[in-house]
Structures are given as structure tokens and as C-alpha cells.
């Protein structure tokens, strides 16, 4: 395979680079992504209005709209790969690795990109109170980085398979469901006034076990 | 005579559960608080230690099987998803009447209902990704990996979670402070107990597999 | 105390029944095998 240090920081910003640059052509990805966000939160707002006095409420609405954001979104950087006959390209020049974490950049990136439309629309048509802006972004990043890493990897996986779309969101949201529950009740502390020390700690280190864990596995993503 | 070795260790296995299942009504006492449900502990925590048993020995081979790419590391890994599933179902449903009978209430997603019916999830995910795939070697090594990411939210929902949070359950599975203020006697059958599950989770896992086996005979003949 | 008794009996005959299952389960893999 290839020669290379395809491993190193270089490799990976190249295909981090490379896939803004082809998402960016198209935004066939992003609009996507962003129209479904958006009518996710349309609803939501539509159906339950405004919440100001129910923080728990807001909390969990919250990152159910993101979830589904994500799981609408976050397969499509590898499915895009496999539908356009690109991937075995991309194998030649990088490692598996380097791809895996090239694309866990890009995911992490979309994932700001939507949060950065999203949140603070939620914000406003919810009438949410004002967050304690520390805490609350340290959910937010915490909370993307694990949702990235799970789907990241699953999504390599799931490219691989017939029925890609459909067994994606099914085949990663378990995976999720911890991120979910801790972010959740983090973000309850969060408005609530309460300590978020416990929750943003579990995020912490179910991502970085993920994350560790998908480092060990892109190596056999592919078969030579 | 191999043969009569094995016919002599599941007998001896049959009585023993047997055996101590009776142990357990007429001999050993009760926990004061749980009163007549304690022997419910004799089946839920050994059901629970083999779901993480088997959870683990799915890890194992999946991690095995991305090693040395042998189809019987598959086989084994699958077999001990399914089984791991099984037992998780029986650990959730006597846990569930239990927590009726000493809460009140059959759910109630306390900490330890939530990250035990999350596990439920990830691993019903596992044999959803498994029957997607057709060709042989792509579905184990695919699975393999998702076997492997999926056994780093094991520690956390089994372990983690439940310490952090305010729970009901009582401490799970090893704590050697909880468990020593009990009866011996309990102890014991307990013990036992958990000796004779993974007995019966090791023929089961071995019988699964000879299956896989056959089946895979099958299909290439 | 006849309450202990009939939950007793039925994990018993659960366990005799699903330890014959597995047994004939064996046994018919074991002819398979021969095969």
C-alpha cells in the first residue's frame, strides 16, 4: 500500500481540506442537512411552543432535534465515497486511518456548522431563558465530539452494506443513546443552575473511549 | 470416553443448578429488606455477570477475528452476542419484577433500567448490521468492528453510569463491602450459583458455535 | 409456606425442561457432525 507517512497530520488535513472543498461544491450535504435540522425544529416548536419555564423540556428537545440532525447527515461522508466509485482513490493515497480521521474532522466540523444555524434559532423560537454560556457549550462540544466518533466509524461500516441509509440511523443510535442521556441531564443541570462536573466528565470519556477505540479500527475498515 | 466425560460434566451441571436452587428456598436465609425476594438474587446477578461475560467473549474474538481473519473467531463472536442478548432480556425482565415487587412499580427508567435496556440496544443493532450483510467475510468483519465499539459503552452502562447517578439498585455485581455483611449461607449459594450459569453459558456458547459450524459446512458444500 | 413450594417446583421443572431441550439440542448436533 502506500508509501508514506500517510499517517501523519499532513494526510489527514489534506483530506479534511478535500472534503470541505467537495461538500462545498456541491452543499448537497449541508443543504440537506440543514432543511432537515430546520424542519426538526419547526415542528418541535410548532408542536409543544414555547417552553420558558420548562428547562428540562428544553434540554431534551434540544438535543433530540441535533440527534436528528446528525443521524440525517453524518453518513453521508462515506456513503458519498462508495456512490461515487471515489473510495478506492482515496485508499490509494491515504491511509485507513488517516481517512478515518480526516473524515471524523469533516463530520465534527459539519456538526459546528449545523449546531451554529440550529442552536441559536432553538434558542429563540423556544423562549429559552439564557444559558450559562460555559457550561453550555462545553455540553455542545463535548456532546459532538462523541455523536462524530460513533458516527463516523459506524458510517464507514455502514457504506459497506446494502441498505445504507435506513440501517444507519438504526445501527448508531444505540451507540448514542449514553451521549444522549448525559448530555441531556447535563444541559437540565445546565439551566437549572446545578453542577455539570459529573455529566461533562462521562461525555469526556465516553468520547475519548470511542475515539481510541475507532483509532484502533479504521486499520481494518477495508480489505486489501 | 470423551464423550462420557461430557455426558458426566452436564449431568453434574444439571444437579448442581438444580441442587442449589433448592438450597436456596430451604436453606439459605433471607435478606432482611427483601424478605421473600431474595432469591431472586440467585438469578438476576448470575444472568447479569453472564451478560457481561458473554458481551466480553464477543469482544474478544471480534478482536481476534481482525486479527487473524478466522471464520470460527466469527462464529464465536456472533454466538456469544446472541447469547449475551438472551441473558441481558432474562436479567432485565426479573430485574423488572423485582423492582415491582421492592419499588413498586415494574419501570420506572431508573439509572440501572436505562443503561441495562441501552445494552439491549446496541447489541439488537449488532444482529441488525450482521443480517444486512450476505457476503461471509464482509459481514465478520464488519460486525467484528461494530462488536468492538459497541463493548466500550459496556463499561459505561454497566459500571459507570449507575455510580454516577442516584439509583434505587443496590450496587452491582463485584463489591466486596455489600457483600460482606451477608450470611455466608447466602453467599455460598450465590456463589454457586454464579459458578453454575457460566457453566451453562459455556455449553450453550459451544453448542451455538458447532451450529455456526455446521451451517457454514452447509453453505460452502 | 406452599407458596415457596410451587415457585420451587416450577423453576425445577423450567430448568428440567430447557436442560432436556439443550440436551437433545447436543445430541442431534452431534449426529450432524458425524455426517
Given amino acids: 500500500m502506500p508509501s508514506n507517512g500517510s499517517n501523519s497530520g499532513a494526510a489527514v488535513w489534506a483530506i479534511l481540506r478535500k472534503e470541505c472543498r467537495s461538500e462545498w461544491r456541491t452543499r448537497y450535504g449541508l443543504s440537506a442537512a440543514l432543511l432537515f435540522a430546520i424542519t426538526t425544529l419547526t415542528s418541535v416548536s410548532f408542536a409543544v411552543g414555547r417552553l420558558t419555564d420548562r428547562t428540562d423540556m428544553l434540554a431534551a428537545l434540544l438535543w433530540v432535534v441535533l440527534l436528528f440532525a446528525a443521524l440525517a447527515s453524518l453518513s453521508h461522508a462515506f456513503v458519498r465515497e462508495v456512490e461515487g466509485h ?100 447535563g444541559m437540565r443541570a445546565q439551566w437549572a443552575g446545578g453542577p455539570i462536573a459529573a455529566e461533562a466528565r462521562l461525555l469526556g470519556a465516553y468520547a475519548a473511549a470511542l475515539l481510541a477505540a475507532s483509532l484502533l479500527l479504521y486499520d481494518h475498515l477495508w480489505e486489501d | 470416553m470423551d464423550r462420557e466425560v461430557r455426558m458426566i460434566g452436564r449431568l453434574a451441571l444439571f444437579l448442581w443448578i438444580a441442587g442449589w436452587m433448592v438450597a436456596a428456598f430451604v436453606w439459605a436465609p433471607l435478606v432482611p429488606v427483601l424478605g421473600e425476594t431474595t432469591r431472586v438474587l440467585y438469578f438476576h446477578i448470575p444472568a447479569a455477570w453472564v451478560t457481561v461475560l458473554a458481551l466480553a467473549w464477543s469482544m474478544g474474538h471480534s478482536v481476534l477475528y481482525l486479527r487473524r481473519r478466522r471464520i470460527e473467531h466469527d462464529h464465536h463472536a456472533a454466538a456469544a452476542a446472541e447469547i449475551g442478548i438472551l441473558f441481558c432480556v432474562a436479567a432485565t425482565i426479573s430485574g423488572s419484577l423485582w423492582a415491582k415487587a421492592m419499588w413498586g412499580s415494574y419501570w420506572n427508567w431508573d439509572p440501572r433500567e436505562t443503561s441495562i435496556f441501552f445494552l439491549l440496544l446496541v447489541y439488537a443493532a449488532y444482529l441488525a448490521l450482521r443480517s444486512a450483510i450476505e457476503q461471509e467475510e464482509r459481514r465478520a468483519r464488519l460486525s467484528a468492528i461494530y462488536s468492538a465499539l459497541a463493548f466500550v459503552t459496556v463499561p459505561f452502562l454497566m459500571f459507570v453510569v449507575p455510580r454516577i447517578y442516584f439509583t434505587l439498585h443496590p450496587d452491582p455485581i463485584i463489591n466486596p463491602r455489600g457483600k460482606l455483611d451477608m450470611d455466608p449461607r447466602i453467599r455460598i449459594v450465590f456463589f454457586a450459583m454464579l459458578a453454575g450459569f457460566t457453566g451453562l453459558y459455556f455449553w450453550l456458547q459451544t453448542l451455538r458455535v458447532r451450529v455456526a459450524r455446521l451451517e457454514h459446512r452447509l453453505d460452502e458444500s | 409456606m406452599t407458596g415457596n413450594a410451587v415457585v420451587l417446583g416450577v423453576s425445577l421443572l423450567v430448568w428440567v425442561l430447557l436442560f432436556f431441550y439443550l440436551w437433545r439440542l447436543d445430541r442431534r448436533v452431534k449426529e450432524l457432525e458425524k455426517r
Fill in chain 1, 86 to 185: 471515489t473510495l478506492t482513490l482515496l485508499r490509494l493515497v491515504a491511509s485507513p486511518t488517516a481517512i478515518g480521521l480526516g473524515k471524523l474532522l469533516f463530520n465534527l466540523v459539519f456538526l459546528v456548522v449545523i449546531e451554529a444555524v440550529t442552536v441559536p434559532l432553538y434558542l429563540m423560537l423556544m423562549g429559552a431563558p439564557p444559558p450559562r454560556w460555559g457550561a453550555f457549550l462545553a455540553l455542545l462540544g463535548l456532546g459532538s465530539l462523541g455523536l462524530a466518533c460513533a458516527a463516523t466509524l459506524i458510517g464507514a461500516v455502514i457504506s459497506q452494506t446494502r441498505g445504507r441509509g435506513a440501517l444507519f440511523a438504526g445501527v448508531s443510535l444505540p451507540l448514542l443513546l449514553p451521549v444522549l442521556a448525559a448530555a441531556v441531564s
